[in-house]
């Protein structure tokens, strides 16, 4: 009985401590809860507080600045750009933005640290601790760029200079660009030997004197050996100085409030770019002559980037190179020429009459650019568009009214799936189509408001670096560029009238390879050789083919077959390959 009895008693005391075990887990448990519950019921009410004081508003705005040894406070404070009356919310937004632009867009500050309170004695006044610290002054930079109007589908660019100059974001360097651009070795030099002599030639009638369109058959200047300096070859070289002031303020804005900062280059975010320049280039892959160029050009870019505003004063000429005689008459001789393989070249009379004088350009530009691809190279949908317009007169011996306009769209067509080994797996071909247009014309203006008035005065005739230089490359694959259009003998001399467009279909093979089917049609010529729409149908050029397309950030590299529809007498190789950002 006794040992019973213990037995009894240990199993209540055992069944009473399990009891207390639960009763303390469920006192914990409530406990965790309620604490839970208390820190989220705390979050939400400082939430509800944070949000009450980002909503409250100030009236003024007091900002103080530590670190900048060289930009000016009121350049900070305008950056930053802070309205008042307005909320705490939406000033932190605009002191943020503004720090990212002076870090990113100007390049003024390396890093900085901001600290937003509301003043102890007003709580209507934010007050803004910012420190800053500022990026090196000296600049050293190397870059690639292109360049339609020196031909050069590659421009390497070495620059060394200053920034934040003078404490508002402005900048000084001194630059050097070389172009280079790319042959279609295979079969061109033949083509233009072919070309040549088939007689084939628009002469040029900028001047009144006999051509003799057949006396240049045997031009060395078409003779090229097969390596690779014939492949890539320079086009120009440019030293430049430039300096540059960001968010420029016209004069009519600070003296005229009533202005209407919405428009045109008038929201003081412009940017001011000033440019002293000297520049060769290189035309003797289609001509007889180097073109050099010394001026200044002022510019005003809006701040989305989409609107420029330019003065150029330019003074440019035509050299012939060593070696080179000019026809019609006595041999022009540029120096000891006779044995460096360049001698018996002939230029023609339009190239030799234009190389005799200089020529000052004083002119007016406005470009307008609007990409909205969502690639430079391979773009899937989106559309660049962009204008160039171009007078010459005011001031200067040479006037003309010139005009460029391009457009390209492209669209992703809908899905084509497809059955891959294994059975089961299926993938999905996105296939782009792109179309482009370009089309331009340059005519001289003066002469014909004078005739209007009875006078003679202006030019009569575009001069040869003034014309528009038809494009090949990816423009018009299977042709050279500026090898197209008018001739004399054996010189190119340009059009004053283009009119190009293509279609090409891209397929993806893989993420860093796609294949193009394409078709380009191109037009171009002298206005006064084109009387009717049979004339520009009978000095077309157009291609097709396929090629292969390799996309990187600065452009695409295509490798392809071309097949000649209509080479109209013009150099063509069937064979390509280029490198370019512009493409049909």
Not at 278 to 303: A, H, I, N, P, W
């Amino acid at each position: 009985l006794r040992s019973s009895g213990a037995t009894m008693r240990k199993m209540r005391s055992a069944e009473q401590r399990v009891a207390m075990s639960y009763e303390f887990e469920d006192l914990l448990n409530n406990l965790r809860d309620k604490k839970q519950k208390s820190e989220q019921q705390t979050e939400s009410q400082r939430m509800k507080k944070l949000n009450q004081i980002l909503r409250q508003s100030v009236k003024s705005f007091e900002l103080n600045v530590t670190g900048n040894t060289v930009t000016k406070y009121d350049f900070i404070r305008q950056e930053l750009n802070v309205s008042t009356p307005n909320s705490i919310d939406n000033c932190s937004l605009e002191i943020f933005d503004g720090i990212n632009r002076l870090k990113d867009e100007l390049e003024v500050i390396d890093n900085a640290n901001a600290v937003i309170d509301i003043a102890s004695d007003d709580p209507s006044k934010l007050i803004c601790d910012l420190s800053v610290k500022e990026r090196s002054r000296l600049t050293a930079s190397i870059g690639a760029s292109h360049d339609a109007h020196a031909l050069s589908q590659l421009n390497g660019q070495l620059s060394v200079g200053v920034r934040n100059l003078f404490g508002g974001g402005e900048k000084l360097d001194i630059a050097a660009d070389l172009g280079l651009g790319t042959t279609s070795q295979s079969g061109s030099s033949l083509a233009r030997k072919n070309s040549l002599e088939t007689g084939n030639v628009i002469a040029d009638a900028s001047t009144h004197r006999d051509r003799d369109q057949g006396g240049n058959n045997n031009d060395d200047r078409w003779r090229t050996s097969s390596s690779i300096y014939n492949v890539v070859h320079n086009t120009s070289n440019e030293y430049s100085i430039n300096f540059s002031k960001p968010r420029f303020e016209l004069p009519l804005v600070g003296g005229a409030k009533a202005v209407d900062s919405n428009l045109l280059f008038n929201d003081n975010k412009s940017n001011l770019l000033l440019r002293a320049f000297q520049q060769k280039l290189d035309r003797t892959r289609s001509s007889s002559y180097q073109e050099d160029s010394l001026g200044t050009t002022v510019s005003l870019v809006s701040s989305n980037k989409q609107h420029s505003l330019s003065y150029h004063y330019h003074l440019r000429s035509l050299t012939i190179p060593d070696g080179t005689h000019a026809s019609g008459g006595q041999a022009q001789m540029n120096g000891a020429g006779a044995g460096n393989g360049l001698a018996h070249q002939v230029s023609s009379a339009a190239v030799a009459d234009e190389s005799a004088m200089m020529s000052t350009k004083s002119s007016v530009a406005y470009r307008f650019v609007r990409d909205t691809r969502n690639h430079p190279s391979i773009p899937s949908k989106g559309y660049l568009i962009s204008n160039e317009t171009e007078i010459s007169g005011f001031g200067g011996d040479v006037d003309f009214v010139k005009m460029l306009n391009s457009f390209s769209y492209h669209w992703s067509l809908p899905r084509v799936t497809t059955n891959v080994d294994p059975p089961d797996v299926t993938t999905q071909v996105l296939s782009i189509l792109n179309i482009g247009i370009q089309t331009g014309f340059v005519m001289p203006w003066k002469r014909k408001c004078a005739r209007a008035r009875g006078g003679q005065s202006g030019d009569r005739y575009i001069r040869i670096i003034d014309r528009l230089i038809p494009c090949g490359g990816l423009q018009l694959r299977g042709f050279e560029h500026a090898q197209i259009g008018p001739r004399d003998r054996g010189d190119y001399v340009h059009c004053d009238f283009l009119l190009a467009g293509g279609l090409s279909l891209c397929l993806p093979v893989m993420s860093w390879l796609y294949a193009n089917i394409f078709v380009n049609v191109s037009h171009c010529n002298l206005l006064r050789n084109i009387s009717s729409v049979q004339d520009v149908l009978n000095t077309q050029c157009a291609s097709t083919g396929v090629s292969a397309i390799i996309p990187f950030p600065v452009g695409r590299l295509e490798i392809g077959y071309a097949h000649p529809i209509k080479t109209n007498g013009n150099p063509f190789s069937s064979w390509f390959w280029g490198f370019d950002v512009q493409f049909f």
